[in-house]
């Protein structure tokens, strides 16, 4: 009998403890990964705590998952043992829909399955899932780097990728956390005039460390009229609430305000700009297998890593209570002991 240990919330809210549970068979197009590194994402932290009513206890949380290839399904033709796979945010959708067909699961019609939505993530030795879902990890990007691409780095990436349309085009980037300082680097790599925002003044040179050409203190609208019409693309990736209206106004004409946050549950767009500056306000969510492999390429080829600070899993625990205390920069990778 295989038995695979996790660190497991047994109930919401609590802190995860060492529980051992039973695999499924191994289907024909899973694989089974040995687990080496998680990147830790505030989703887990919200599955953990049931904040969406989907959770299911025991849950083991973690889809930023990276490892080695243990087993291999009968009809997996893609993936061998040894090799470095990713898992991240989906682990399954429709594929047929016409957006599944595009390569863009993240917006299946029926909804994509999470990782950890009824099923068992990284926070483990081992994980078992579809193959179709993995990701070969290129040889020049370190496994603990790779790890937060999966989630926050699909996440900023589907968005520029979609947005930014020539060089040199002006992209700001609102919030330089987890998700926002990989979004300064992607932008910058794709040729972006990239201008990040915030709160805080104190981030000024990490930004430019980053790759940002400016940086902007998020001010009000008298501080910030100089950049009135001046941003092709605004991604928000902020959680905290701002002037909308203001971020709207940075937008030039044919302007995108892109949201990956989720700050306040509605905005009150003004129409006129919208309509005259032909301007448009979007969201976006992770992203699909389209996208995903490019991008684990793109950051190889472009170096373009997280800025991590590695803790062990045995530590999952003080490494969600230091997300939640704001204290990560930028990303915690939890890395197994044995490796
Ligand atoms: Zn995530
Ligand atoms: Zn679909």
């Known amino acids: 009998m295989t038995k695979f240990t996790a660190y497991a919330a047994l109930q919401a809210k609590e802190k995860l403890q060492l529980w051992e549970y039973e695999p499924a068979p191994l289907k024909d197009s899973e694989i089974e990964i040995r687990v080496t590194h998680n990147g830790l994402c505030h989703t887990d932290i919200h599955m953990r705590d049931n904040d969406w009513g989907v959770s299911q206890f025991p849950l083991v949380a973690g889809h930023e998952v990276v490892g080695v290839v243990t087993e291999v399904g009968e009809a997996v033709t893609t993936l061998q043992k040894g090799d470095s796979v990713g898992l991240g945010w989906i682990r399954d959708s429709c594929r047929s829909c016409y957006h599944c067909l595009q390569g863009e699961e993240n917006i299946c019609k029926k909804g994509y399955t999470g990782l950890i939505v009824g099923n068992h993530g990284g926070f483990a030795d081992r994980v078992r899932s579809s193959a179709d879902f993995a990701y070969k990890i290129p040889d020049a990007l370190d496994s603990a780097s790779a790890a937060p691409l999966l989630c926050a780095g699909i996440t900023v990436y589907t968005p520029l990728r979609t947005y930014i349309k020539y060089p040199a085009m002006k992209v700001g980037i609102v919030g330089i956390g987890g998700l926002g300082h990989l979004a300064i680097k992607f932008a ?89 500056g032909q301007k448009s306000v979007v969201g976006s969510v992770v992203g699909g297998r389209r996208f995903m492999q490019e991008m684990l390429d793109f950051a190889a080829i472009n170096q373009i890593k997280p800025m991590i600070e590695t803790m062990p899993l045995s530590q999952v625990n003080e490494a969600m209570d230091k997300v939640l205390a704001g204290k990560a920069r930028y990303r915690i990778v939890l890395v197994s002991e044995e490796t």
């Open 188 to 276: 910058r790599a794709m040729g972006a005039e990239v201008t990040a925002f915030s709160s805080s003044t104190n981030k000024q040179a990490e930004a430019k460390d980053f790759g940002a050409h400016h940086f902007y203190k998020w001010g009000t609208a008298e501080e910030m009229k100089d950049l009135t019409g001046s941003l092709d693309l605004l991604l928000s990736t902020s959680s905290a609430e701002l002037d909308w209206d203001l971020a709207f106004s940075l937008l030039g004409n044919n302007g995108v305000l892109c949201f990956l946050g989720i700050p306040v549950s509605s905005i009150n767009v003004p129409l006129i700009p919208l309509i005259f």
